[in-house]
Protein backbone atom coordinates (compact mmCIF):
# COMPACT_ATOMS: atom_id res chain seq x y z
CA UNK A 1 0.00 0.00 0.00
CA UNK A 2 1.32 3.72 -0.55
CA UNK A 3 1.41 6.00 2.32
CA UNK A 4 1.93 9.58 3.26
CA UNK A 5 3.55 11.18 6.62
CA UNK A 6 3.00 14.55 7.61
CA UNK A 7 5.70 14.90 10.72
CA UNK A 8 4.54 17.94 11.89
CA UNK A 9 0.85 18.08 13.84
CA UNK A 10 1.06 21.59 13.89
CA UNK A 11 2.92 24.67 12.26
CA UNK A 12 2.73 27.65 13.60
CA UNK A 13 3.62 31.17 11.44
CA UNK A 14 3.63 34.98 11.39
CA UNK A 15 1.31 36.54 9.10
CA UNK A 16 3.30 37.31 5.94
CA UNK A 17 5.99 35.12 6.93
CA UNK A 18 6.38 31.98 4.40
CA UNK A 19 5.34 28.80 5.49
CA UNK A 20 6.02 25.15 4.92
CA UNK A 21 3.75 22.39 5.98
CA UNK A 22 6.07 18.82 5.21
CA UNK A 23 4.74 15.46 3.13
CA UNK A 24 6.88 12.57 2.72
CA UNK A 25 5.77 9.48 0.79
CA UNK A 26 6.46 6.10 0.24
CA UNK A 27 5.06 4.47 -3.22
CA UNK A 28 6.03 1.42 -5.54
CA UNK A 29 5.88 2.41 -8.58
CA UNK A 30 5.32 6.66 -9.68
CA UNK A 31 4.02 8.47 -7.42
CA UNK A 32 0.54 10.56 -7.47
CA UNK A 33 0.12 13.37 -4.78
CA UNK A 34 -2.32 15.78 -3.63
CA UNK A 35 -2.94 18.71 -1.19
CA UNK A 36 -6.40 19.52 0.50
CA UNK A 37 -7.18 21.61 2.86
CA UNK A 38 -9.99 21.69 5.61
CA UNK A 39 -11.84 24.60 7.20
CA UNK A 40 -13.70 23.64 10.30
CA UNK A 41 -16.62 22.04 10.10
CA UNK A 42 -15.66 21.90 6.49
CA UNK A 43 -15.69 19.15 4.00
CA UNK A 44 -11.78 18.81 2.15
CA UNK A 45 -11.32 21.66 -0.72
CA UNK A 46 -8.75 20.46 -3.28
CA UNK A 47 -5.12 22.58 -3.86
CA UNK A 48 -2.99 20.95 -6.14
CA UNK A 49 -1.55 18.12 -7.52
CA UNK A 50 1.53 16.21 -9.02
CA UNK A 51 1.24 13.96 -11.44
CA UNK A 52 4.24 14.06 -13.49
CA UNK A 53 6.37 16.74 -14.95
CA UNK A 54 7.70 19.90 -13.29
CA UNK A 55 8.88 19.66 -9.94
CA UNK A 56 7.12 22.91 -8.59
CA UNK A 57 3.27 22.34 -8.59
CA UNK A 58 1.23 25.28 -8.45
CA UNK A 59 -2.23 25.34 -6.82
CA UNK A 60 -5.51 27.51 -5.53
CA UNK A 61 -4.92 30.32 -2.98
CA UNK A 62 -1.05 31.46 -3.57
CA UNK A 63 0.05 28.05 -2.65
CA UNK A 64 2.42 25.64 -4.59
CA UNK A 65 4.28 22.49 -3.51
CA UNK A 66 7.61 21.05 -4.39
CA UNK A 67 8.08 17.47 -5.55
CA UNK A 68 11.67 16.35 -4.34
CA UNK A 69 12.54 11.96 -5.57
CA UNK A 70 15.58 11.91 -4.27
CA UNK A 71 13.94 13.29 -0.46
CA UNK A 72 10.49 11.42 -1.29
CA UNK A 73 8.94 14.83 -0.36
CA UNK A 74 6.29 16.64 -1.15
CA UNK A 75 6.10 20.00 1.10
CA UNK A 76 3.36 22.38 0.92
CA UNK A 77 4.30 26.28 0.41
CA UNK A 78 2.78 29.99 0.41
CA UNK A 79 5.52 32.88 0.17
CA UNK A 80 3.25 34.81 2.63
CA UNK A 81 1.00 33.46 4.73
CA UNK A 82 -2.65 34.53 5.57
CA UNK A 83 -4.48 34.58 8.96
CA UNK A 84 -7.14 33.04 6.74
CA UNK A 85 -4.72 30.26 5.95
CA UNK A 86 -5.33 28.79 9.39
CA UNK A 87 -6.64 25.56 8.52
CA UNK A 88 -6.45 21.97 8.39
CA UNK A 89 -4.02 20.62 5.55
CA UNK A 90 -3.82 16.70 4.52
CA UNK A 91 -1.34 15.40 1.97
CA UNK A 92 -2.75 12.28 -0.04
CA UNK A 93 -1.39 9.75 -2.59
CA UNK A 94 -3.27 7.60 -4.77
CA UNK A 95 -3.72 4.75 -3.71
CA UNK A 96 -5.39 1.11 -5.12
CA UNK A 97 -6.32 -1.99 -3.88
CA UNK A 98 -5.49 -6.07 -4.62
CA UNK A 99 -8.15 -5.88 -7.79
CA UNK A 100 -5.62 -3.14 -9.53
CA UNK A 101 -8.91 -0.39 -8.60
CA UNK A 102 -7.05 2.94 -8.29
CA UNK A 103 -9.71 4.88 -6.95
CA UNK A 104 -8.73 5.56 -3.44
CA UNK A 105 -6.91 8.46 -1.63
CA UNK A 106 -4.86 7.55 1.24
CA UNK A 107 -4.42 10.66 3.34
CA UNK A 108 -1.40 11.88 5.93
CA UNK A 109 -2.49 12.67 9.20
CA UNK A 110 -2.74 15.90 8.89
CA UNK A 111 -0.91 19.23 9.99
CA UNK A 112 -3.38 22.08 11.58
CA UNK A 113 -1.39 25.54 10.17
CA UNK A 114 -2.15 28.16 12.52
CA UNK A 115 -1.03 31.57 11.53
CA UNK A 116 -1.19 34.54 13.85
CA UNK A 117 -1.52 37.94 13.11
CA UNK B 1 -21.32 23.77 -11.36
CA UNK B 2 -18.84 22.10 -9.48
CA UNK B 3 -20.33 21.37 -6.01
CA UNK B 4 -20.90 18.34 -4.20
CA UNK B 5 -24.08 18.88 -2.02
CA UNK B 6 -24.67 16.87 0.69
CA UNK B 7 -27.55 16.12 2.92
CA UNK B 8 -29.09 17.06 6.28
CA UNK B 9 -25.71 18.79 7.57
CA UNK B 10 -26.29 17.73 10.87
CA UNK B 11 -28.37 14.34 11.71
CA UNK B 12 -28.86 12.77 15.55
CA UNK B 13 -30.16 9.18 15.32
CA UNK B 14 -30.89 6.77 18.19
CA UNK B 15 -29.26 2.80 17.51
CA UNK B 16 -32.15 1.76 16.65
CA UNK B 17 -33.39 4.20 13.80
CA UNK B 18 -32.88 4.16 9.95
CA UNK B 19 -32.05 7.29 8.27
CA UNK B 20 -30.12 7.59 5.05
CA UNK B 21 -27.70 10.60 4.08
CA UNK B 22 -27.86 11.85 0.27
CA UNK B 23 -25.14 13.36 -1.32
CA UNK B 24 -25.55 14.99 -5.29
CA UNK B 25 -23.38 16.42 -7.63
CA UNK B 26 -23.90 17.65 -11.18
CA UNK B 27 -20.49 18.18 -12.92
CA UNK B 28 -20.97 14.43 -14.95
CA UNK B 29 -18.31 12.90 -12.78
CA UNK B 30 -18.68 8.92 -13.15
CA UNK B 31 -16.90 8.14 -9.54
CA UNK B 32 -18.28 8.58 -6.27
CA UNK B 33 -17.27 7.83 -2.58
CA UNK B 34 -18.22 7.55 0.92
CA UNK B 35 -15.43 8.91 3.56
CA UNK B 36 -16.14 8.73 7.35
CA UNK B 37 -14.09 11.10 9.20
CA UNK B 38 -13.69 11.50 13.01
CA UNK B 39 -12.39 14.81 14.84
CA UNK B 40 -8.97 15.81 14.18
CA UNK B 41 -7.96 12.85 11.56
CA UNK B 42 -7.72 12.31 8.74
CA UNK B 43 -10.83 10.68 6.27
CA UNK B 44 -11.50 7.12 5.95
CA UNK B 45 -12.55 5.50 3.09
CA UNK B 46 -15.60 3.57 3.10
CA UNK B 47 -16.51 2.95 -0.15
CA UNK B 48 -16.16 3.88 -3.99
CA UNK B 49 -18.72 3.66 -6.67
CA UNK B 50 -17.39 3.76 -10.27
CA UNK B 51 -19.98 4.40 -13.49
CA UNK B 52 -22.67 3.47 -10.33
CA UNK B 53 -21.16 0.10 -9.54
CA UNK B 54 -19.99 -0.78 -6.18
CA UNK B 55 -16.05 -1.24 -6.87
CA UNK B 56 -14.34 -1.11 -3.32
CA UNK B 57 -15.77 -1.53 0.15
CA UNK B 58 -13.33 -1.31 2.95
CA UNK B 59 -14.52 -3.96 4.77
CA UNK B 60 -17.47 -1.45 6.11
CA UNK B 61 -19.88 -3.13 8.54
CA UNK B 62 -23.49 -3.90 7.21
CA UNK B 63 -24.84 -1.42 9.26
CA UNK B 64 -23.53 0.79 6.71
CA UNK B 65 -25.54 0.12 3.16
CA UNK B 66 -24.49 2.77 0.17
CA UNK B 67 -26.98 2.83 -3.10
CA UNK B 68 -26.13 4.46 -6.10
CA UNK B 69 -29.44 5.09 -8.07
CA UNK B 70 -27.88 6.98 -10.77
CA UNK B 71 -24.58 9.02 -11.87
CA UNK B 72 -25.63 11.96 -9.65
CA UNK B 73 -26.89 10.50 -6.71
CA UNK B 74 -25.06 8.57 -4.02
CA UNK B 75 -26.95 7.52 -0.59
CA UNK B 76 -25.66 6.37 2.19
CA UNK B 77 -28.22 3.78 4.43
CA UNK B 78 -28.05 3.77 8.38
CA UNK B 79 -29.51 0.89 10.42
CA UNK B 80 -28.87 0.18 13.63
CA UNK B 81 -25.89 2.27 14.79
CA UNK B 82 -23.64 2.21 17.36
CA UNK B 83 -22.61 5.52 19.16
CA UNK B 84 -19.06 4.80 17.75
CA UNK B 85 -20.33 5.63 14.30
CA UNK B 86 -20.74 9.56 15.10
CA UNK B 87 -18.28 10.95 12.79
CA UNK B 88 -18.34 13.25 10.13
CA UNK B 89 -19.59 11.74 6.76
CA UNK B 90 -18.03 13.11 3.49
CA UNK B 91 -19.26 12.29 0.24
CA UNK B 92 -16.84 13.15 -2.88
CA UNK B 93 -16.48 12.65 -6.75
CA UNK B 94 -14.29 12.41 -9.60
CA UNK B 95 -14.33 12.78 -13.60
CA UNK B 96 -13.22 9.31 -13.84
CA UNK B 97 -11.23 5.92 -11.95
CA UNK B 98 -7.76 7.33 -13.61
CA UNK B 99 -4.99 7.88 -10.98
CA UNK B 100 -4.74 11.45 -12.18
CA UNK B 101 -8.41 12.71 -10.85
CA UNK B 102 -9.00 14.45 -7.85
CA UNK B 103 -11.32 14.66 -5.93
CA UNK B 104 -14.18 16.86 -4.79
CA UNK B 105 -15.80 17.11 -1.29
CA UNK B 106 -18.86 18.11 0.09
CA UNK B 107 -18.99 19.99 3.06
CA UNK B 108 -20.08 16.48 4.82
CA UNK B 109 -23.02 15.37 6.89
CA UNK B 110 -22.51 15.42 10.86
CA UNK B 111 -24.07 12.76 12.38
CA UNK B 112 -24.47 11.87 16.20
CA UNK B 113 -25.79 8.71 17.11
CA UNK B 114 -27.33 8.42 21.14
Known amino acids: AQSVAQPEDQVNVAEGNPLTVKCTYSVSGNPYLFWYVQYPNRGLQFLLK??????LVKGSYGFEAEFNKSQTSFHLKKPSALVSDSALYFC???????????????FGGGTRLMVKP | DTEVTQTPKHLVMGMTNKKSLKCEQHMGHRAMYWYKQKAKKPPELMFV???????INESVPSRFSPECPNSSLLNLHLHALQPEDSALYLCASSPGTGFTYEQYFGPGTRLTVT
Open chain 1, 92 to 106: AVRDWDDNNAGNMLT
Open chain 1, 50 to 55: YITGDN
Open chain 2, 49 to 55: YSYEKLS
